[in-house]
């Protein structure tokens, strides 16, 4: 009889040892994976962000020599392809990035309208405004990329920890 409580305890242990190493597992390729989407958002986000202050510095310039530009010379096709892809990105992993996107969202708009005002007249006021809002443009998305960063940062576990725990203290080391 202690034979068998004795394999039984081995096969319990066994058990208990493979599931704990199947989870601890499934939880790193989770991070991995949730790092991996991370990075290809910001690297996109970066990308994008890029090719919309060339598209806008190219526009200002053009309209600074009179001539409309030309939206197939500007790349403006892969900036939509690259948005596209960063809203599923963001639809798919990070819900909670919505409202900074709203507003980078809203800081794009605003630099098409300025952009607009200033091929409408080209005056120094029109042109100090474009500069302030391609300025606001460019801190929309650092504050997007900041976002993504602070998104994956605080995952899920951390984000509820945090809420019950409350913020972490530091800890007073005795001198």
Do not use: N
């Not at 081995?10 to 991996?36: D, N, W, Y």
């Not at 798919?92 to 507003?103: D, G, I, K």
């Not at 605003?110 to 606001?136: G, I, K």
């Amino acid at each position: 009889m202690s034979m068998a409580v004795e394999m039984l305890a081995i096969v319990a242990c066994a058990t208990a040892a493979g599931a704990t190493c199947f989870l601890m597992l499934e939880r790193r390729e989770a991070r991995q994976f949730a790092a991996s989407k991370a990075e290809e958002l910001y690297t996109l986000i970066e990308t994008f962000d890029q090719g919309l202050i060339a598209f806008f510095e190219q526009s200002c310039a053009m309209a600074a020599k009179r001539r409309l530009y030309q939206p197939a010379d500007s790349g403006l096709a892969e900036l939509m392809r690259d948005s596209a892809k960063a809203r599923m990105l963001i639809s798919f992993y990070f819900p909670t990035l919505w409202p900074t996107v709203r507003r980078a969202d809203a800081a794009v708009a605003a630099t098409v309208a300025a952009l607009q005002r200033y091929y409408a007249e080209p005056t120094h006021a029109s042109a100090l405004h474009l500069e302030t809002v391609m300025s606001d443009l460019r801190e929309a998305m650092e504050t997007l990329k900041h976002a993504v960063v602070t998104a994956h940062r605080d995952g899920p576990a951390r984000r509820i920890r945090r809420r019950l725990l409350g913020p972490s203290r530091p800890v007073a080391v005795a001198a």
